[in-house]
Every structure is written in structure tokens, then in C-alpha cells.
T-cell receptor, first 116, second 118 residues
Framework: DTEVTQTPKHLVMGMTNKKSLKCEQH?????MYWYKQKAKKPPELMFV???????INESVPSRFSPECPNSSLLNLHLHALQPEDSALYLC???????????????FGQGTRLTVV | AQTVTQSQPEMSVQEAETVTLSCTYD???????LFWYKQPPSRQMILVIR??????QNATENRFSVNFQKAAKSFSLKISDSQLGDAAMYFC???????????????FGKGTKLTVNP
């Protein structure tokens, strides 16, 4: 199984709503990532979890709150978002130690988020 | 900090022809990994090819091959016998090398949009 599964695929939310994005992998990867991608731009890193601990936070506003309940799951809780937060949100996973043979990140299909 | 530069925002190629996408990077590390990812309109990022910096031999995966020039910090992707399904955004990416537990972020270039003409 080399899949990273993200739900939902599409989400429309109002600026006062609270919603969550979910990501799941069963490849035994201990590093998991959230990226934000605007149209025709590269993915921008938001958060990295390594061994279920937050290891990188790229100065993301507090209206985005990540959570890693276990080694297979990664959530992104959304609250009071702005229209400019509309984007494709990508989850990825990889081996945490790059001394292993395969170091590439596997990506999910993303959640297309629209904030109205 | 590491940076990745893709100088070709768009490229086009005729079906069955060969095209080369350019990528340069900047790093002070001696060991690292380089990747080419493809993102079709379906939006999923798909790994095309991987290169370990400590390996002198250029990586190949079927119709895809790289020209890795470590001293020049250059990592170009060659697509041979281009197919319509190769049309996508292509991102070059860099990841540092760690021997202990932890993680290192993937640094992406801005991407090259490849069009394949029938």
C-alpha cells in the first residue's frame, strides 16, 4: 500500500465555520507533512510531524491547527479562515530518517478548500 | 537555506520527441536527495525519479532520465518518446540528508508546465 488518503476531496466553508482535513497512510512512515498550494504555484510547507511530534511550523497562522493522533493519521483543524486561505491542501508522508533507501515523499490527492 | 530554481516556466514538445527540463539548486550540504515530481491536472504529486547525491550514476526510470552535475548543482530531467500523458507541471525538489531521527523539509522549485502536442 503506497497510498496517502485525504478526506474530504472538496470543502466549502464559511469564515465562521470549524472544519477538519484528514490524512491517513499505512506505509510505516514516521514523517507527515501539510502543504498549501495555490494555483500554478509550488507547494508551500506548513507543518511537519516527525515521530508524532511537531518538528516544523512554518509560521502558519493559528487559525490552522495540526494534530497527529498516531503514526498513521494527520489532521488539520481549520477555524475562522479567510478567503485568501482558499487553496489545495496536500498531505504527504515519508521515512523520517533519510539514511533509509527510499526517502521520497508520497502525496495525497489533496483537499480543494474554498472559503466563502 | 537551500533553494531550487527552475528557469523554464513552460515547455512544449511534440509527441514521440525528447524534451529536457532544467533545474539548478543551491546548498552547502554534501549529501542530499533530489527529486522530480509530476503534477497532472488531477493534482496528485507523483514521483517521477529520485537521485541520491552520493551516487555518481545518473538515475533512470524507463523513459525518464536525469543529468546530475553535482559540481555545477544542476539536475535536469530528460523525457524521451514523449507521450500525451506526460503533460503536467513538473517540480524539481531537494531534501537534505539526515542520519538520525528527524525530518527535513522538501524544497520545491517553481515548476515547469509541460505541454505535449499530438
Amino acid at each position: 500500500d503506497t497510498e496517502v488518503t485525504q478526506t474530504p476531496k472538496h470543502l466549502v466553508m464559511g469564515m465562521t465555520n470549524k472544519k477538519s482535513l484528514k490524512c491517513e497512510q499505512h506505509m510505516g512512515h514516521r514523517a507527515m507533512y501539510w502543504y498549501k498550494q495555490k494555483a500554478k504555484k509550488p507547494p508551500e510547507l506548513m507543518f511537519v510531524y516527525s515521530y508524532e511530534k511537531l518538528s516544523i511550523n512554518e509560521s502558519v497562522p493559528s487559525r490552522f491547527s495540526p494534530e497527529c493522533p498516531n503514526s498513521s493519521l494527520l489532521n488539520l483543524h481549520l477555524h475562522a479562515l479567510q478567503p485568501e486561505d482558499s487553496a489545495l491542501y496536500l498531505c504527504a508522508s515519508s521515512h523520517a530518517m533519510t539514511g533509509t533507501p527510499n526517502t521520497e515523499a508520497f502525496f495525497g490527492q489533496g483537499t480543494r478548500l474554498t472559503v466563502v | 537555506a537551500q533553494t531550487v530554481t527552475q528557469s523554464q516556466p513552460e515547455m512544449s514538445v511534440q509527441e514521440a520527441e525528447t524534451v529536457t527540463l532544467s533545474c539548478t539548486y543551491d546548498t552547502s550540504e554534501s549529501d542530499y536527495y533530489l527529486f522530480w515530481y509530476k503534477q497532472p491536472p488531477s493534482r496528485q504529486m507523483i514521483l517521477v525519479i529520485r537521485q541520491e547525491a552520493y551516487k555518481q550514476q545518473n538515475a533512470t526510470e524507463n523513459r525518464f532520465s536525469v543529468n546530475f552535475q553535482k559540481a555545477a548543482k544542476s539536475f535536469s530531467l530528460k523525457i524521451s518518446d514523449s507521450q500525451l500523458g506526460d503533460a503536467a507541471m513538473y517540480f524539481c525538489a531537494y531534501r537534505g540528508f539526515l542520519t538520525q531521527g528527524g525530518s527535513e523539509k522538501l524544497v520545491f522549485g517553481k515548476g515547469t508546465k509541460l505541454t505535449v502536442n499530438p
